[in-house]
């Protein structure tokens, strides 16, 4: 599947639900991304697709510092999966890819 | 030297108030070799706890400019996760007993954090902290790649902020001395009076508070322990 695009995520972190932006894109065969939010850009680290499932590392800093790791399930326009913060319990996540 | 100790909405008493009766005494003990006053970011208030509605008065601002000490508290509340957590929104009034993390984050919406990123750029103020404390300083970004320790149910979230989270009851990072939960706010304090006044005024405030301090403080110092 291919997840280029933008997306609207929505994501647990301890202090409560936050909605993230992520726009993914392809160049020669390696897959890159950045994450949006509070005015600035942050580049997902290990952006990884085998099939429908995608992986990606996204350091977030607003409105809380955490290191998230995610790993999701492409289905169309839809992404539903978990993100994991270190040692923390998995939570789940869920995303839609916004209509160019 | 003087010490700030920043009060806000939801803060544990026994987090701020420990460390404030030692320092207090180590004041006395030292003849003046330490002040210490409570603090919050909005200025003079009276700040609501997170424990029963207890109150206490802050009497000056945050001077995150003022050689010394800046030491934040911990929150309390619900150590229990909720099944469904809100959407994050400072704005939402605040609930008795609401989910620890939740009420930490809500310190990030107001002018506490870029006060207490100045405190932590200051070479002349070391920052501290008791319980949560150290999880409002690295849901602030302030504590990237340090050493750093929290209350035990919340070191996996001061892990994941990108901190080094330490097992210990206090931890000396340098500028940054962090303790574990609530109640080593007194062995922080006694440390903290150890470290920047001496050793013989911090035991005869432990001698008059009863209380012996426990473990070692970490220091990322000497060799790295074998396993065990």
């Known amino acids: ?100 | 030297m003087h010490a700030q100790i920043v009060l806000f909405d939801g803060f544990d008493p026994l987090d701020a108030i420990a460390p404030f009766e030692v320092l207090h005494a180590g004041r006395v003990a030292s003849g003046g070799g330490i002040t210490v006053e409570l603090v919050s970011a909005e200025g003079p208030r009276e700040v609501v706890s997170g424990t029963g509605g207890l109150r206490l008065r802050a009497t000056a601002s945050l001077r995150p400019a003022l050689a010394g000490i800046v030491l934040v508290p911990g929150a309390s509340g619900s150590v229990s996760e909720p099944a469904e957590l809100p959407d994050y929104d400072p704005a939402r009034p605040p609930k008795q007993d609401e989910y620890i993390p939740v009420l930490l984050g809500r310190a990030l919406d107001t002018a506490l954090p870029a006060l207490l990123k100045e405190a932590m750029d200051n070479p002349q103020v070391t920052v501290a902290s008791v319980c949560g404390g150290s999880l409002v300083l690295a849901m602030a970004g302030l504590l990237e790649d340090r050493y750093a320790t929290t209350h035990h149910l919340g070191l996996d979230v001061l892990d994941a902020s990108g901190a080094h989270a330490v097992h210990a009851r206090v931890v000396d990072d340098g500028d940054l001395v962090t303790g574990a939960g609530v109640t080593s706010g007194l062995d922080l304090g006694l440390y903290l009076l150890e470290r920047e006044i001496g050793p013989q005024v911090a035991h005869a405030v432990e001698e008059l508070f009863a209380h012996e301090r426990r473990g070692v403080v970490w220091r990322k110092h000497g060799p790295t322990p074998a396993p065990l």
């Open chain 1, 1 to 100: 599947m291919n997840p280029a695009g933008t997306w609207d995520l929505s994501i647990s972190t301890p202090i409560g639900k936050i909605k993230a932006v992520v726009d993914l894109h392809e160049k020669a065969g390696i897959w890159r991304g950045t994450a949006h939010g509070a005015g600035e850009e942050i580049p997902l680290h290990d952006v990884a697709l085998d099939e429908n499932r995608l992986t990606w590392k996204q350091p977030i800093t607003k409105p809380m510092r955490l290191n998230l790791t995610f790993d999701v399930l492409l289905d169309g326009d839809t992404m539903t999966g978990t993100s994991k913060a270190g040692r923390l319990p998995s939570s789940g996540v869920t995303g839609q890819r916004r209509a160019d």
